[in-house]
C-alpha cells in the first residue's frame, strides 16, 4: 500500500472516529485538524471512501435533506475503529 493511502485513510477514519460525516465534512475536518496544512481533493476523498467501505471499515447511508438533495452519511464500524487504533 502506498504511503500517501495509509495517510489519506489515517485522515478519513480518524475524522470519522467522532462520528458519522458526510464527504465535505470529513474534508472540513481534515482541514481544519491539520491547521490548513492538509486537505483531501474530491478526486481521492470519494475513491478512498468507496475502498474503505469496500474493506468494511466504513457504511455509508444516505440521509434526506429538507434542504437539497439526499447526501451520503459515513460511519467508522467496529473494524475501522480496530484499524484506527493498531
Known amino acids: 500500500m502506498k504511503k ?3 495517510k489519506n ?6 475524522a470519522l ?3 458519522p460525516k458526510h464527504g465535505y465534512a470529513i474534508n472540513q475536518w ?3 485538524k491539520s491547521k490548513e496544512v492538509f ?3 474530491a478526486g481521492i476523498l470519494y475513491p478512498l471512501l468507496h475502498h474503505l467501505e ?3 471499515m466504513i457504511r455509508a ?9 439526499q447526501r451520503k452519511i459515513y460511519a467508522l ?3 475501522g475503529r480496530k484499524y484506527l487504533t493498531q
Open 4 to 6: 500517501n493511502q495509509v
Open 9 to 14: 485513510e489515517f485522515l478519513v477514519l480518524s
Open 17 to 19: 472516529s467522532d462520528g
Open 30 to 32: 481534515v482541514h481544519q
Open 39 to 41: 486537505s483531501v481533493s
Open 54 to 56: 469496500n474493506e468494511e
Open 61 to 69: 447511508e444516505w440521509e434526506a435533506s429538507t434542504t437539497g438533495p
Open 77 to 79: 464500524t467496529p473494524r
